[in-house]
């Protein structure tokens, strides 16, 4: 009886899909956030060989054969790459993307990791960095006798000083990829680059399929409250069925002894 084996994949696919959702709710508040979500494979189906059977027209007959399934298992677990809803700070280092693309930090050991969330920030130097202090390439030096700041939607970094004079002290670039979804998240809304991802492309905001800088703004998750909470309760149903039809095999089986 391969129903055990069968109810016990089902209830160990809902298992990871629970743990897919609680992650999403667990970040609903995650400026830059994007949702995961599961999705399914049936397993290899097994064929039971079986003679054709005679039609009811003359002459024709209907293969024959048995097709059983072998239960289900995690196909993919994929980040949905909608927009989050942009909220406004007033803050002038808080920078939002509309549209496609990220920004481009470099971690202590020099790699460079990518992120959506542009809550930065000046260190002592003058530079913009992310709230873990790492400076967002390429790197931008605020002089320390300003009275404003501002970025603009292509990234300029336009400040004024006393007096009334204005300068350009640097741009941001924004980089975009041939499949943003092999991107590796490593945690601390960073992402790394991969071979599935592919090289990352250095654009100005606004130009080649890259969105535009918002200042004063941060963008907030993609996770719909609602619909993760329905999806938990689809997921604890069809777990309590699987377990159901694990039961039922049980019995059938202490039966047959």
């Given at each position: 009886m391969k129903a055990l084996s069968i109810a016990a994949s089902g209830?160990?696919?809902?298992?990871?899909?629970?743990?897919?959702?609680?992650n999403n709710l667990a970040n609903m508040n995650t400026t830059g956030y994007q949702r995961?979500?599961?999705?399914?494979?049936?397993?290899?189906?097994?064929?039971?060989?079986?003679?054709?059977?005679?039609?009811?027209?003359?002459?024709?007959?209907?293969?024959?054969g048995i097709h059983l399934g072998l239960g289900v298992n995690v196909g993919s677990v994929y980040r949905v790459h909608e927009q989050g809803?942009?909220?406004?700070?007033?803050?002038?280092?808080?920078?939002?993307?509309?549209?496609?693309?990220?920004?481009?930090?470099?971690?202590?050991?020099?790699?460079?990791?990518?992120?959506?969330?542009?809550?930065?920030?000046?260190?002592?130097?003058?530079?913009?960095?992310?709230?873990?202090?790492?400076?967002?390439?390429?790197?931008?030096?605020?002089?320390?006798?300003?009275?404003?700041?501002?970025?603009?939607?292509?990234?300029?970094?336009?400040?004024?000083?006393?007096g009334g004079a204005t300068s350009t002290v640097g741009a941001l670039l924004l980089t975009v990829f041939p499949n943003r979804g092999g991107l590796q998240a490593v945690g601390d809304n960073l992402f790394m680059a991969t071979e599935a991802s592919g090289e990352a492309a250095v654009v100005s905001p606004s130009t080649n399929g890259a969105g535009s800088v918002l200042q004063g703004f941060v963008e907030s998750s993609n996770v719909n409250a609602i619909e993760e909470v329905s999806a938990l309760i689809r997921a604890n149903r069809a777990y309590e069925m699987n377990s159901k039809v694990m039961k039922a095999a049980d019995e059938m089986l202490a039966t047959r002894r």
């Open positions: 209830m160990v696919a809902q298992q990871h899909r629970t743990d897919v959702v609680a995961s979500r599961t999705e399914f494979n049936n397993l290899i189906v097994s064929y039971m060989n079986r003679d054709p059977n005679d039609s009811s027209r003359a002459g024709e007959s209907v293969p024959g809803a942009l909220k406004q700070t007033g803050n002038n280092f808080d920078l939002a993307i509309q549209g496609d693309g990220y920004f481009q930090v470099q971690l202590p050991n020099g790699d460079l990791a990518y992120t959506r969330d542009g809550t930065f920030q000046l260190n002592e130097a003058g530079t913009l960095v992310t709230h873990n202090g790492f400076p967002v390439q390429p790197g931008v030096a605020v002089p320390g006798n300003v009275v404003d700041i501002t970025i603009n939607n292509s990234g300029e970094v336009i400040v004024t000083q006393e």
